[in-house]
């Protein structure tokens, strides 16, 4: 599994000098700034302490492909929970992390052998139509019924 990471005093250095493209610090260098010694932020914290607005657009455009050359990305993912608003609703705020890339991770090599075990055991899930609603109970059974 990929772990979210804080950077090293190295790394920040680096991601830093990649990011920031004037003399003036702007948002996308304020989240690699935070994000560097804090992973697991919530978006509305990010949002504050960053002074931005629009999170995914900096990062897809300005921090990401600057810093893919490091092996390093910035991505969200949604917390095990959905944070709730004052009105007790669900809000579509993930967590923000630096992550090492995938390719980097020692179990990112079992993902083709586990899709391969999974096309084993039913071979009509991976090539059948994606609208088939048994095609689609029988993956998240298998998904949800297995143990790794």
Known sequence: MISPTVLTLEERTQ???LVTITAH???ATRICRHLADNHSVRTRVVNVECSVGNISDLVIKMINPRIESMGLMVCCTKPLRPFKNKYEQSTGECLWSFYRKAANDANYDYLDADLDELAGKSPG??????SDEQAVDAWEYDLVGSVK
């Not at 899930?125 to 994606?130: R, Y």
Request: glycine share 24%.
């Open 15 to 17: 991601v830093l000098r």
């Open 25 to 27: 610090e702007y948002g």
């Open 125 to 130: 899930l991976l090539g059948g139509d994606p």
